[in-house]
């Protein structure tokens, strides 16, 4: 995953301090480096002596030509003194690309009553014109730059604009149909391009089947590389030699043809074809594909395969999500709920040091290749895309892990705040049995990402969207 590109546009308007805002252009940019995000800036250093967006040297025709061949994703117009509101309009809406809002709070006046910046101002006359064009945009309270509300800001913001970007160019890879008797995997492909740009990469169980089976006659050095992997990360005592090759002969034919095809994640038939065809589930190859950050979501869940890479990216890709079917009440705890699939959750967050290779204990066949055990629990954003009647929303809530009784299959039983609430919700719709997981807050980061994505709304159940905007604005910063 390469970096974010982040457009470095710094501005300031004639009539107050050149001086003091190209000092502040210098001081921004240096501490936006320092909070050591994944992001590769690219700025107006060569378009003028300044490097700075002003009206009466540099329009902004220039700055709109750099940014498109360096294919920035997102723009920061940081205004070191009042600003230039019309070309920063012009630019921010031919790019048609997220875009922060900002400037560092104005000092006390000089001795003689002149003001150096009146930023704050500047921000007003920004916001307005921006509105004027329809350009979406995140604003971040003015204040210091060594304030925390800043740093808070400017990292949700790069962290939406991950998520933007990979939303933006999602294909999923579509293995086989949904199961016969799962409606409710049931999504509209042709909505899904129209409205969001979303392709689906369908190919049949065949296909995947024949592919697997070369991947076996091949026995390629990733091949190897996966067996290896299954070997020392798991205890394999009850599975044979064959069905650990096939398993991984599998993982190795799915992500060949994610690559191949260009798709970021995959949405599979997990049974019971496949079962017959190859003699194995694929639980463990998603598994292990999920923390390669590509991940594979079961039924064919084509909706919850965009909710994975929008959690995932909202991490900024440094965490591995897991895909949970909503099961049961805790026995003992009204706000408590199980998260369960039958053996898909990431290696990586078991809390066993080898979990357990098995056979599938629900099916009669006991097909193996599935993984069992306990991940860790901590504090976790829970999150599902969805919609019907071409209505689309993003469930985001906040759990954190519990004790709980011991169950087959991945699982971990979570906290909510009012688990009543989280059922009407979710019973109500558009939403359905399944939901990814991540071990990290990331509900202000997509809560911001709807911003910029037409035909999606936030529906945020623990915080509320007032709790988030207040955090947003630096509530409880320090």
């Known amino acids: 995953m390469r970096k974010l590109k982040l457009g ?8 107050f301090s050149a001086e003091d805002a190209f000092r502040y252009k210098v001081t921004i940019r240096e501490k936006i480096e320092s909070f050591g995000l994944p992001i590769e800036i690219v700025d107006l250093e060569g378009l003028n002596e300044e490097g700075l967006l002003y009206d009466d040297n540099i329009g902004a025709d220039a700055i709109i030509e750099r940014f498109q061949q360096e294919k920035v994703d997102a723009v920061f ?23 922060l809002l900002w400037g560092p709070r104005d000092e006390a006046p000089l001795e003689d009553g002149m003001r150096l910046r009146d930023t704050q101002c500047g921000l007003f006359a920004t ?16 204040c210091r730059v060594d304030d925390p509300v800043f740093e808070r800001g400017f990292t949700n913001f790069v962290a939406a604009a991950n998520v933007v970007r990979q939303f933006r160019s999602l294909r999923i890879l579509q293995i086989g149909p949904r199961p016969t008797s799962f409606w409710t995997m049931m999504c509209n492909e042709g909505e899904l391009l129209e409205r969001f740009g979303i392709e689906l990469y369908p190919i049949t169980l065949i296909d995947i ?20 992997y299954i070997r020392e990360k798991l205890d394999t005592s009850e599975i044979t ?11 190795v034919a799915m992500k060949k043809y994610a690559v191949d095809s260009g798709s970021t994640a995959i949405a599979i038939q997990c049974w019971s074809a496949l079962q017959e065809s190859i003699g194995i589930m694929p639980c463990l190859a998603n598994a292990i594909l999920t923390d390669e950050q590509i991940p594979v979501t079961c039924e064919t869940d084509i909706h919850g395969a965009i909710t994975s890479i929008m959690v995932q990216a909202a991490a900024m890709n440094q965490a591995p999500t897991f895909f949970a079917d909503l099961t049961i009440r805790h026995p003992a705890n009204d706000n408590a709920e199980l998260l369960f699939h039958c053996g898909n959750f990431p290696v990586s967050l078991s809390i066993e040091d080898k979990p357990k290779m098995r056979r599938h204990f629900l099916f009669d066949d006991h097909a193996p290749g599935t993984h069992e055990g306990e991940i860790r629990g901590g504090e976790m954003t829970l999150a599902r895309f969805d919609g019907d009647h071409g209505e689309y929303s993003l469930f985001l809530g906040k759990a954190k ?24 919700k979710l019973v109500k719709g558009p939403y359905v049995h399944h939901s990814v997981g991540i071990h990290a807050n990331v509900i202000p980061v997509l809560y911001e990402a709807c911003n910029y994505i037409p035909g999606l709304s936030p529906d945020p159940v623990d915080p509320t969207e007032e709790e988030i905007r207040a955090w947003l604005r630096g509530s409880g910063a320090k």
């Open 401 to 424: 892990g519990v004790e709980g009784p011991f169950t087959r299959g991945s699982y971990v039983w979570v906290e909510v705040n009012d688990w009543p609430l989280w059922e009407e």
């Open 209 to 228: 089947t024949r592919a697997a089976k070369q991947q076996e006659k091949k026995n390629s050095p990733e091949l190897q590389e996966t067996i290896a």
């Open 8 to 15: 470095y546009a710094p501005t300031r308007r004639f009539t």
């Open 241 to 251: 030699e064959d069905a650990i090759i096939r398993v991984a002969a599998l993982k």
């Open 77 to 99: 117009f940081p205004h070191c003194n009042f600003g230039t509101e019309d070309t920063v309009a012009r630019v921010a809406k031919a790019l048609g690309k997220p875009i």
């Open 127 to 142: 916001g307005k014109v921006l509105r004027r064009f329809n350009v979406p945009f995140t604003y971040v309270t003015n």
